[in-house]
């Protein structure tokens, strides 16, 4: 049986797919992580006092209750454990929604080990060092003021989760322009992906764009 070293934190996985939890169990414990497994929302709910010291992840689309709601539910009865959200390939506007739900951070499949790593750690580190203190909000300021007026239009509507085709059409730009103009703003914003630019540009309190009728 698997024992993590003490003071590890636990890793929290929520998913309807064993084989993903699986997965997701053997990758923490590579790296010395105690893992909790829950096959539902519902079960994780039930558990929420006992969700500690640690990080929650959790897919974005499961039957009876998805991870926005549980994402809602959990900081409705005061859990600030972190949570991280998987995120399907072009469910970008329903992350965002978790987001704004309360969820630190999402990562959009397909990924890498390391990309999830990575951001649980990056949530770990926000919950014990306070992610908008104001050195982070300075420097997400600062990076904010480089963007141009359309560049922070296109922005806007990425974090609405528009692709490229229907921005395009918005803002009566090429699409070629578009898709310069969101490689000039990831690079200003420090963005290595759509997930991340999304993430931070909630961050800096930059709100999405008009939602389409």
């Known amino acids: 049986m698997f024992e993590a070293p003490p003071g590890m934190p636990t890793i929290f996985v929520v998913d309807d797919e064993p084989t993903v939890r699986d997965a997701l169990r053997l990758l923490f414990q590579s790296v010395g992580m105690n893992v909790v497994e829950y096959g539902n929302a519902f079960d994780a709910l039930a558990?929420?006092?006992?969700?500690?010291?640690?990080?929650l992840i959790t897919d974005l689309r499961m039957p009876l209750m998805s991870g926005i709601d549980l994402v809602k539910a959990l900081r409705e009865r005061d859990c600030q454990l972190p949570i991280v959200v998987i995120s399907g390939h072009g469910d970008i506007r329903?992350?965002?929604r978790a987001l704004k739900a309360g969820a630190n951070d999402f990562v959009e499949k397909p990924?890498?080990?390391?990309?999830?790593?990575?951001?649980?750690?990056?949530?770990?580190?926000a919950s014990t060092d306070g992610v908008?203190?104001?050195?982070?909000?300075?420097?997400?300021?600062?990076?904010?003021?480089?963007?141009?007026?359309?560049?922070?239009?296109?922005l806007k509507l990425i974090v609405a989760g528009r692709p490229n085709k229907l921005i395009a059409r918005e803002l009566d730009l090429s699409p070629r322009t578009v898709e310069a103009h969101r490689s000039r703003v990831m690079q200003k914003m420090g963005a290595s992906s759509v997930a991340e630019l999304v993430s931070l540009?909630?961050?800096?309190g930059i709100a999405a764009g008009p939602e389409r009728p």
């Open 94 to 96: 329903l992350a965002v």
């Open 47 to 55: 558990a929420a006092a006992d969700l500690q010291d640690g990080c």
């Open 132 to 154: 908008r203190t104001s050195v982070v909000n300075d420097e997400l300021a600062a990076r904010v003021e480089q963007i141009s007026p359309r560049e922070l239009a296109v």
């Open 201 to 204: 540009a909630l961050r800096a």
């Open 111 to 125: 990924f890498n080990d390391q990309d999830l790593l990575d951001a649980v750690n990056s949530a770990l580190k």
